[in-house]
């Protein structure tokens, strides 16, 4: 695995290395110890998602103020634009964001530490989104930041408006927004 720090050091862009011919590939896409080799992260993975999108929908900006998740993203089928954004206030990247782009075909994933509100936008017709997190889902920690919010500045690639969730449509600005130390 190739292991590549982004905009913010702390967000990992992870290139596996894949085996393949004309009869198709193989690749580990998650192996303990190649992770904190390549990393430097003793991280746990207690939970696996599994989620699909249609075009143009956006998910997040999401992250919980207690248990936050870490997240080791990727995406199986389709493509779209991931978001980390450092919601930290002790960082120097507070207020930063940093996008990839994750595809099936390009076998990227995304390492989102805790601290992060993370998003992102479908760009394929459909897409199918894998992530493991080192905590719980815990809806009542549960926040949301405003996927436009004219402070962030984020670029998403979009053509027109997003399909938003009704959640996501009622987010809150990254000036108001409870964020972490």
Known sequence: M???????PDVLLIEPKVFGDERGFFFESFSQRQWQQAT??????????????????????????????????????????????????????FG?????????ENKRQLWVPEGFAHGFLVLSESAEFLYQTTDYYAPEHERAIIWN????????PLTGEPNLSAKDRQAKSFREAELFP
Do not use: C, M
């Open 96 to 104: 930063q964001w940093a996008g990839e782009i994750l595809s099936a």
């Open 2 to 8: 190739n292991v590549k720090p982004t905009s913010i």
């Open 40 to 93: 430097g992260l003793n991280t746990a993975f207690v939970q696996h998602n599994h989620s699909r999108s249609l075009k143009n929908v956006l998910r997040g900006l999401h992250y919980q103020v207690q248990q936050p998740q870490g997240k080791l993203v990727r995406v199986v089928q389709g493509e779209v634009f991931d978001v980390a954004v450092d919601i930290r206030r002790s960082s120097p990247t």
């Open 149 to 156: 919010d004219p402070d962030l500045n984020i670029v998403w």
